[in-house]
C-alpha cells in the first residue's frame, strides 16, 4: 500500500511513536508509564505515556527535576521553558534595531523566584521551581508618562508554562525603579495550552467623567477617543497577524517575529495610557470596580489608601455586597493603579495568582478587556 503523502505532522509524530515503544514491557496490574518525549537538557523534562492494567489511558504525565508534574490529553504538546527563552533571545540577537535587552532588575516580593532577566514559579508540595515563568526584555530609554518625575521602564515578556497553568505568551510589562513595583499585563495576548492563540481587544475604554476637577470634559472625552481609535487600531493589527498554534509543536523563529512586531506597538501605546490614567480622579464608578472585584482582600483590598472597602451589613450580617468610601477625593486613577500593583508585587501570593490578579487590575481600569 503507498503511503499518503498528505499526512500531518501530528501523524507523523505518532506513527514514528508506535516504533519507539515497541518492546516496552507494559505491567498488566497498576499503573505504568513509556517515553513519549524527552528534554534531557531542560531539568530532565520528560512527557510519559500513561497505562494502566496493561491499558493505554489516552493520558500522559510531565515530569521536572525529577518530579511529577502533572498530566495531560494526548493532544498537548510540551514546550519547554528553557527552549522558549532560547529561540526568543535568538530572534532579538537577530533584530537589534527593536532595542529589547535581557532586564536583570531585582524584582521584589516572595510571589517568585527569579534567575537573571527571568521570574519563575515557587517550588511546591505539588511541583518543581521554575513549571511556569516569564522571561524579560527591556527597552533601553525610561519614560516619564505622568510628569511626576517617578520614571518606568516598559519592554517585553515571554512566558509560558509546563504545568497547563498558563500558554505560551509575549506581553508587555513595566518597572518602576523608585518602588520596585512591576506589573504583567497579561492580558495582552495568550497562546492557550491546548489551543490557539487568542489576542484580547485592547483598550475599550468607557470612563465616567463626573465629577473630575481640572479637565475640560469635551477635550478629554476627545483626547479619548482619540486614543481608543489609536488602540483599536492596533488590536486589528494584532488580529491581522494572527493564527493558529498549537501548544506546542516546534515554535519557530518567524512565529515568535510575527507575535513581537505587533506586541512592540502595542508597548508604545502604555505611556499614552498611563497620562491618561493620571489625568482622572477616582470616580464612584472606578471604586465600585474596586470594591466588586475578585482582586484578594488581605492583600489589597483591605489597606489602601484613599479609599474604605467594606462589607455591607444588615441585622450584624454581611449582605455579600462590597460598599467603599473615598477619602482623598483628589487621588487620581494612577495612583490607585499604582498602589494596587504594588500590593500584588511585594505580596506572598503564588506566581500564578499574581499574573491572574494583575489582569483583573487590567480590567478594571480597561487597560485592557
Known amino acids: 500500500m503507498e503511503s499518503n503523502n498528505n499526512t500531518t505532522e501530528r501523524d507523523q509524530e505518532v506513527f514514528k511513536d508506535s516504533f519507539k515503544n515497541a ?206 481609535d489609536d488602540l483599536q487600531n492596533t488590536a486589528e493589527q494584532i488580529k491581522r497577524n494572527y493564527r493558529s498554534v498549537r501548544h506546542t509543536k516546534e515554535m519557530d523563529k518567524d512565529f515568535i517575529v510575527e507575535q513581537i512586531k505587533p506586541a512592540i506597538e502595542v508597548v508604545n501605546t502604555l505611556g499614552q495610557r498611563y497620562k491618561e490614567l493620571s489625568q482622572l480622579k477616582i470616580s464612584d464608578i472606578m471604586a465600585q470596580r474596586i470594591a466588586d472585584s475578585t482582586l484578594p482582600k488581605s492583600v489589597v483590598l483591605d489597606d489602601l489608601e484613599g479609599i474604605n472597602i467594606y462589607p455591607e451589613m444588615k441585622d450584624k450580617e454581611p449582605t455579600g455586597r462590597m460598599l467603599f468610601d473615598i477619602t482623598d477625593k483628589d487621588m487620581t486613577n494612577w495612583e490607585l493603579y499604582n498602589q494596587v500593583t504594588d500590593k500584588l508585587s511585594h505580596g506572598n501570593l503564588n506566581f500564578n495568582s499574581t499574573l491572574k490578579h494583575m489582569g483583573t487590575l487590567d480590567t478594571i481600569f480597561q487597560v485592557w478587556n
Not at 492557550?192 to 472625552?221: C, F, P, Q, R
Open 23 to 228: 518492546r516496552n514491557t507494559i505491567p498488566d496490574r497498576g499503573f505504568s508509564t513509556t517515553i513519549y518525549k524527552e528534554f534531557p537538557d531542560c531539568h530532565g523534562l520528560a512527557h510519559h505515556n500513561l497505562w494502566f492494567n496493561g491499558r493505554d489511558t489516552g493520558k500522559r504525565l510531565i515530569e521536572y527535576k525529577d518530579r511529577f508534574v502533572c498530566t495531560t490529553s494526548r493532544q498537548y504538546e510540551v514546550l519547554p521553558n528553557e527552549k522558549v527563552v532560547e529561540i526568543m533571545e535568538e530572534v532579538l540577537m537577530d533584530n537589534p534595531s527593536w532595542g529589547l535587552t535581557p532586564d536583570q532588575t531585582h524584582s521584589e516580593g516572595n510571589w517568585h523566584v527569579r534567575d537573571g532577566n527571568v521570574v519563575m514559579s515557587n517550588e511546591s508540595k505539588f511541583s518543581p521551581t521554575g513549571t511556569s515563568m516569564m522571561a524579560r526584555y527591556r527597552f533601553a530609554d525610561n519614560i516619564d508618562p505622568t510628569g511626576d518625575g517617578r520614571e518606568l521602564h516598559l519592554g517585553l515578556c515571554v512566558g509560558n508554562s509546563i504545568d497547563l497553568t498558563r500558554g505560551f505568551s509575549i506581553i508587555p510589562y513595566h518597572y518602576r525603579s523608585g518602588c520596585m513595583n512591576s506589573m504583567y499585563h497579561v492580558r495582552a495576548a495568550s497562546l492557550h495550552e491546548e489551543g490557539t492563540i487568542t489576542w484580547n481587544k485592547v483598550g475599550d475604554v468607557n470612563h465616567d467623567y463626573s465629577g473630575v476637577k481640572g479637565i475640560d470634559l469635551e477635550v478629554g472625552a476627545q483626547n479619548l477617543q482619540d486614543q481608543i
